[in-house]
Nanobody, 125 residues
C-alpha cells in the first residue's frame, strides 16, 4: 500500500498560480505512476494529469499548457504546478498511485489503487 498526503491548496484569484505537493510513503519501492485528479462540487472526479514511472507525463485537455506535473523520485514527491488558474479549476485535488503506465489507462480513476485525502483549491473570479 502507498500512503499519499497532499498539501498546498488554498484560495487564490483567477490568473494566479499555485503548486500542490503529494508526499508518498509506504510501498514506494515499486514502479508507480502518480496522478492528480480533481472533483468539483456536484461533478464527477476528473483526471488532471499523471507522471508514469517510465518518465512520461499526461494531461487532460482542460489543463494542458497551464499545469505542469513533476516528480522527485528520490524524495518521493509528486508536484502539480498550476498557472493561470480559472474559477472552473476550483475543486478538491487528489493524488493517486497505480502500477499501470499505459497512457490511456492512467487517465482512468479505476486504474488507481491508492488515494490521498485531497486538498482544496478555490479560485475566485
Amino acid at each position: 500500500q502507498v500512503r499519499l498526503v497532499e498539501s498546498g491548496g488554498g484560495l487564490v484569484q483567477a490568473g494566479d498560480s499555485l503548486k500542490l505537493s503529494c508526499a508518498a510513503s509506504g510501498r514506494t519501492d515499486t514502479r508507480l505512476t502518480l496522478g492528480w485528479f480533481r472533483r468539483a462540487p456536484g461533478k464527477e472526479r476528473e483526471f488532471v494529469g499523471a507522471a508514469s514511472w517510465t518518465g512520461n507525463t499526461y494531461y487532460s485537455d482542460s489543463v494542458k499548457g497551464r499545469f505542469t506535473i513533476s516528480r522527485d523520485n528520490a524524495k518521493k514527491f509528486l508536484y502539480l504546478e498550476m498557472n493561470d488558474l480559472k474559477p472552473e479549476d476550483t475543486a478538491v485535488y487528489y493524488c493517486a498511485a497505480t502500477g499501470v503506465a499505459i497512457g490511456q489507462v492512467v487517465r482512468a480513476a479505476r486504474a488507481y489503487s491508492d488515494w490521498g485525502q485531497g486538498t482544496q483549491v478555490t479560485v475566485s473570479s
